[in-house]
């Protein structure tokens, strides 16, 4: 079971490609930091923008770096059946410890189509899956009772749900069972999600505050109501300001100002605009992380 704060990780830029060592230092500050699980190449990691060998390689360095201390969920995902058992593959090679597979975005599959595109990969590459449910980006959602089919497959074991309706994971749960690990992609509603039955987050802004996520989640996970409380509220504003513009250009600006990297993004995405970068500041001086 993947439980608590989990990063969805930027991917630092030079001008000539990734920044391998920036990227490492990132994955071990996260680390040290206290978060529970790393998620390279996904849609914070700007998967859609690497090559194929970047993204095989951002996930090798990531594994590298956590060393079997932390589980690596490595971003897997495609809208063709074929390149996401091939990335699927690698990450297994690589050492990940679960593929993050996001719902083909574009194509529109039906229902069924869905659980044959899962069900391809399932059955290709013996890795634990977590679905990525996705509707804004993805335009299709998967439908609880396609996802009840999918968890009948043992390699299915979960879902990363970001689509910010919190009647979903209590519905889940009901039909799925609370064995089925349940991961919220929505920050800004990430402890309603718990409360509704979710085991954890992988998070936007637990890039930028990793200690104060996982103690938010930690605090969940022993009871303490008041001290969840606390970190939730110090984290609200923060996580309205990284999605002032597209994710993750907000975020790594943050990053930059915590020195973690530059705040490079690549086209079509750009760096975010100064109302955008003052409210991000202001949310990290609220939140404790800068003055």
């Not at 595109?117 to 590459?125: E, F, L, M, Q, R």
Request: include cysteine.
């Amino acid at each position: 079971m993947f439980k608590g704060s989990f990063v969805a990780l930027i991917t630092p830029f030079t001008d000539h490609g990734v920044d391998e060592k920036a990227f490492q230092k990132f994955v071990e500050w996260q680390i040290g930091e206290g978060t529970q699980g790393v998620v390279p190449c996904g849609t914070t990691g700007e998967s859609p923008t690497l090559s194929h060998p970047e993204h095989e390689r951002v996930i090798e360095l990531c594994v590298e770096v956590a060393r079997g201390r932390i589980p690596v969920i490595a971003g897997t995902g495609s809208n063709s059946t074929e390149e996401a058992i091939s990335l699927t593959r690698h990450a297994k090679k690589a050492g990940a410890d679960a593929a993050l597979v996001v719902t083909p975005y574009y194509n529109k599959p039906t229902q069924e189509g869905l659980y044959q595109h899962y069900k391809a990969i399932h059955d290709a590459v013996d890795l634990p899956i977590v679905i990525y449910n996705i509707p804004g980006r993805s335009v299709i959602d998967m439908s609880i009772d396609t996802m009840a089919r999918l968890a009948e497959l043992p390699g299915i074991v979960g879902v990363k749900d970001s689509t910010a309706d919190l009647a979903r994971p209590l519905a889940t749960r009901v039909q799925i069972g609370p064995e089925f690990c349940q991961l919220s992609g929505e920050d800004a509603t990430a402890t309603g999600f718990l409360a509704q039955g979710g085991h954890g987050c992988i998070s936007v802004t637990a890039n930028i505050a990793p200690r104060l996520c996982a103690e938010m989640h930690n605090a969940w996970a022993e009871g303490d109501v008041k001290r969840m409380e606390a970190a939730r509220d110090r984290l609200a504003p923060l996580h309205r300001a990284l999605f002032l513009e597209t994710s993750p250009g907000p975020v790594k600006y943050g990053a930059k100002l915590l020195g973690l990297g530059g705040d490079k993004v690549r086209l079509p995405l750009v760096v975010p605009g100064e109302a955008t970068r003052t409210a991000v500041r202001e949310a990290m001086a609220f939140a404790g992380l800068i003055n």
